[in-house]
């Protein structure tokens, strides 16, 4: 089991900057893929970054050039960088976790479970 608690959201004008951060615990030695995710009122929830075990960064088009992910291993957690807030960036942002573990069985199998925050409300007024 992991546990992801997001933090950093809040109401902000247009052009302003935020930071999210997300700390995980519990089995976190098993976690390869984490990221972002937001939902806005109305509409389905979508990826905003996705950051590998090995670095190997993803962003939706919309955030390339102001988002910028990044983590710490050795402190469990994923940061959430925004620049030049839009008021279309308004949602609720999810911090998203994936665990992998490979089996010892013939042919070995990986089993893949996926673990998400409560969410943390960023607003951008215009």
């Known amino acids: 089991q992991v546990q992801l608690v997001e933090s950093g959201g809040g109401l902000v004008q247009a052009g302003a900057s935020l930071r999210l951060s997300c700390l995980a615990s519990g089995s976190t030695y098993y976690i390869a893929t984490m990221g972002w995710y937001r939902q806005a009122p109305g509409k389905q929830r979508e990826s905003v970054a996705t950051?590998?075990?090995?670095?190997?960064?993803d962003y939706v088009d919309s955030v390339k050039g102001r988002f910028t992910i990044s983590r710490d291993n050795a402190k469990n957690s994923v940061y959430l960088q925004m620049n030049n807030l839009k008021p279309e960036d308004t949602a609720v942002y999810y911090c998203?976790?994936?665990?992998?573990?490979?089996?010892?069985?013939?042919?070995?199998?990986?089993?893949?479970?996926?673990?998400w925050g409560q969410g943390t409300q960023v607003t951008v007024s215009s």
């Open positions: 998203y976790g994936q665990t992998q573990i490979t089996t010892a069985a013939v042919p070995p199998r990986t089993i893949k479970l996926d673990y």
């Open positions: 950051i590998s075990d090995t670095g190997t960064t």
